[in-house]
């Protein structure tokens, strides 16, 4: 077992190093791994038993879906509201039916045709984040639309997940069992999330003194396998268990501790899973397949980008968003794998059908940053051929249809809600013991948020009106290595040359407003900028520009020595004392000792001590600077 682990772990990290350097998503590496160790590249596998691997893949899908549970949260699925919906629902419900139109097509069986619609519905969350990062479009206005969508995704495919299953059980499909199914997840659901985040948060408060790194994540881990123990026992797949759990804990104060603790174990397991997955592939079936591989890889690209681009066109949002969102969304990626795993451990679909869609994620993947890039030429054939009447319709449509700026209507309506719930909650809290079970909900549910106001950089009313006038709001860290760094603001011009301004420093727990030009930026400071998307866009190439190289001889110049001079009488310091040597402000040293010539030696010297002739003092600072002040 152990020579297996090594195995694995050692190809996967040597595979991934080398996507890395030809900037290709990891996964990719982990897949191309896994076929290195398996059975069908070299004859003869290099993994002696492949049952420990499924089982070490199993769990690798369970930390897949905690982290993703983790990342998600039903408060965030409403704030995104209509947009992330809409789209979600127009994509899945598109690339379901053209899934399973292009199987039947294909005279593939009925089954294989429902697990392969399910398979090419949902995006690679992993895939997406990563090329919108690297293509520098974090901070534009399509990214968040596309976050959202994602998120609604990942919702959408825990559904179908479940719906997939007991449609395999019985090897049919039946209108009334769906209805049922849907009502009984959703019962589990919410059932879960209330007492979860009922219990879970107020035990956490409760012991957050001795909740240290490691007993927070033995207890994470604990609770999310124990989930998973009673989703397996209401009839429910082992991956719903663990979604929902990393939902409770999202809610949490604790979450994002939880997700960078939880992330070494989800990134081992992961990758023993992707290599898993890696090794089930045989090379050849790419020949004896191409045809479908061909076919189906088409069919995810057009179909992503047609039905993400009209979704987003009818949850309002502008034809250019419309466009680099259903451009950026043409992949597949994690649940096609796993909604591939489960078709195979049922037994439901074919051999076939598993390298086939993992040959159409590996292609996908690879052409995703290159497709992206495409959106904007759409977008300008667009506007040279649309008639005027199209533009004007479209432009009045997005214009009814968005919520940035809530108008009263709206207004009156959320606030008819707001006197309803309030109304249900005052009838319910009248039960005995409700009252208090209602209050700890409530308390819990919205404490995360609590917190994250009190950090917000700016207040929303302020993010609103600058929106108002298509300005974006972005919260940048200063790299720890950035030359920017100790620099005024005045220094470094940063309205004149990225056109952006800074209303806020983030330092630790102190927050400097409407910063001056005086004020000095620091490695990690966390800089409130506001800006156009382009404007926010060039001040982020300006800070990866601006990184040091970490060279040995750099390093060796900053490092801190100690030295010692001796002071004679034609010596600048003589009969000055430390506070007036200028040896900290000009010489940016330290004075740490004083060897007067009686053998008398001061330790931390008072800055008030005259030097003297013939003292000799220590001092502690930057080789060149120490050279620099005393040469």
Request: charged share 15%; hydrophobic share 45%; proline share 3%.
């Amino acid at each position: 077992m152990i020579e297996d682990l090594c195995i694995i772990m050692l190809t996967a990290g040597l595979t991934s190093l080398l996507f890395k350097l030809f900037k290709q998503p990891v996964v990719l590496g982990y897949i191309v791994a896994g076929l290195l160790v398996g059975p069908h590249m070299l004859g003869e596998s290099w993994v002696s038993n492949t049952e420990n691997v499924e089982t070490w893949g199993e769990i690798g899908v369970l930390f897949l879906l905690f982290s993703l549970g983790l990342e998600f949260s039903f408060k965030k699925l409403l704030k995104i509201g209509s947009t992330a919906i809409i789209g979600a629902g127009v994509i899945v419900t598109g690339m379901m039916a053209t899934g399973m139109l292009t199987a039947y097509l294909l005279g593939w069986s009925n089954m294989n045709a429902l697990f392969l619609g399910g398979m090419l519905c949902m995006s690679s969350t992993t895939i997406v984040f990563k090329a919108i990062e690297e293509a520098g479009l974090r901070n534009h206005r399509f990214a968040n639309v596309c976050f959202g969508i994602l998120i609604a995704e990942d919702l959408f495919a825990i559904i179908l997940m479940v719906l997939l299953t007991s449609i395999a059980a019985k090897n049919e499909f039946e209108g009334q069992e769906l209805l049922w199914q849907i009502g009984k997840l959703t019962l589990y659901i919410v059932m879960w999330f209330i007492l979860g985040i009922t219990l879970i948060p107020t035990f956490l408060k409760k012991f957050k003194q001795h909740l240290n790194n490691e007993t927070l994540t033995i207890f994470s881990i604990g609770l999310c396998l124990g989930m998973v123990l009673l989703a397996v026992q209401a009839g429910f797949s082992s991956a719903l268990g663990a979604f929902i759990m990393g939902s409770v804990l999202a809610e949490t104060i604790e979450a994002e501790r939880i997700e960078h603790l939880i992330q070494p174990v989800k990134n081992i397991f992961g990758a023993i899973f992707f290599v898993s997955v890696g090794m089930m592939i045989d090379p050849s079936l790419f020949i004896h397949y191409w045809f479908p591989i061909t076919i189906i890889t088409l069919v995810v690209i057009i179909g992503q980008i047609v039905f993400g681009s009209i979704g987003t066109l009818l949850s309002g949002q502008p034809l250019r968003v419309a466009l680099q969102t259903g451009f950026s969304l043409v992949q597949i990626g994690e649940f096609a794998f796993i909604i591939a795993n489960l078709g195979q451990s049922l037994k439901v679909t074919d051999s076939h059908l598993y390298p086939i869609v993992v040959a159409v994620s590996v292609v996908t993947t690879f052409l995703t940053p290159y497709i992206m890039k495409l959106a904007y030429p759409t977008l300008a054939f667009f506007e040279r051929h649309m008639s005027t009447g199209t533009r004007k319709m479209l432009d009045s449509y997005t214009e009814k249809r968005q919520t940035d700026a809530p108008g009263k209507k709206r207004k009156k309506r959320t606030s008819r809600r707001k006197q309803i719930i309030k109304l249900i909650f005052i009838n319910i809290s009248m039960t005995p013991g409700v009252n208090h079970f209602l209050r700890l909900f409530n308390d819990n549910l919205y404490a995360r948020e609590r917190l994250a106001e009190s950090k917000r950089g700016l207040e929303k009313e302020v993010e609103a009106t600058l929106l108002s006038f298509d300005m974006n709001i972005a919260e940048i860290e200063v790299p720890y290595n950035s030359a920017f760094s100790g620099k005024t603001l005045k220094d470094l011009c940063i309205r004149n040359t990225a056109g952006v301004s800074i209303v806020r420093i983030i330092r630790g727990g102190i927050n400097i407003n409407i910063p001056g030009g005086n004020h000095r930026i620091y490695p990690n400071d966390r800089l409130i900028i506001a800006g156009t998307e382009s404007d926010i866009v060039q001040f982020n190439n300006m800070l990866d520009t601006s990184i040091l190289p970490d060279t040995e001889q750099n390093t060796n110049n900053t490092k801190i020595i100690i030295d010692n001079y001796t002071i004679t009488d034609n010596s600048p310091l003589c009969g000055k004392s430390i506070m007036n040597s200028g040896i900290r402000e000009i010489g940016n040293c330290i004075v740490m000792g004083i060897v007067r010539p009686t053998n008398e030696t001061l330790i931390n010297p008072d800055p008030c001590i005259t030097l003297l002739e013939n003292d000799i003092i220590i001092v502690a600072g930057e080789k060149q600077k120490i050279h620099n002040f005393f040469s």
